[in-house]
């Protein structure tokens, strides 16, 4: 993972989810917020011509998860929660669909998350090279006023 790119979280339009990137979610390096439950989302747009197979995948979490913090996908309906390391999360997006990532912490906690989202057609890794747009993005889950 030597070509990572840095995401700001607060974005009002979504990001793109592109066939070719591993998204990197991370919360190393929250800042302090000053209200009981702080709060962050991303939201991904599928502008692909096929369906994908969408994966989140987190390796680590810090202890209290779903308690202290949680993390969720979002997609048409239907919310998932993340509550347990190396827990895979399936999807299937059709062109034009979103997926939304959510996610929350109490002010009081500094929560370790380490976590893996990729849509690809068949759902396995993309495959990441030096070339330029085959990135893996880091995106920092920020907290902020829910």
């Known amino acids: 993972m030597d070509d990572q790119v840095a995401l700001s979280v607060e974005r009002t339009a979504p990001l793109t989810l592109s066939t070719a990137k ?3 979610l991370t919360s190393s390096n929250v800042p302090e917020c000053n209200v009981e439950k702080c709060s962050s989302s991303f939201s991904f747009h599928y502008y ?3 369906p994908c197979q969408t994966r989140l ?3 680590f979490f810090s ?3 779903c308690g202290d913090y949680q993390l969720s996908l979002g997609h048409e309906d239907q919310e998932i929660a993340v509550c347990q390391d190396h827990q895979v999360i399936k999807r299937v997006l059709e062109p034009d ?3 939304q990532l959510s996610f929350w912490h109490l002010s009081k906690v500094e929560p370790v998350v380490s976590c893996f989202l990729w849509c690809t057609m068949d759902g396995s890794l993309p495959r990441l090279t ?3 747009g085959n990135e893996t993005f880091v995106m920092q889950l920020v907290g902020s006023i829910s």
């Open 57 to 59: 995948v987190c390796p």
């Open 22 to 24: 591993l998204y990197h």
């Open 97 to 99: 669909q979103k997926l």
């Open 63 to 65: 202890e209290n998860l």
């Open 48 to 50: 692909g011509s096929e």
């Open 130 to 132: 030096k070339e330029p």
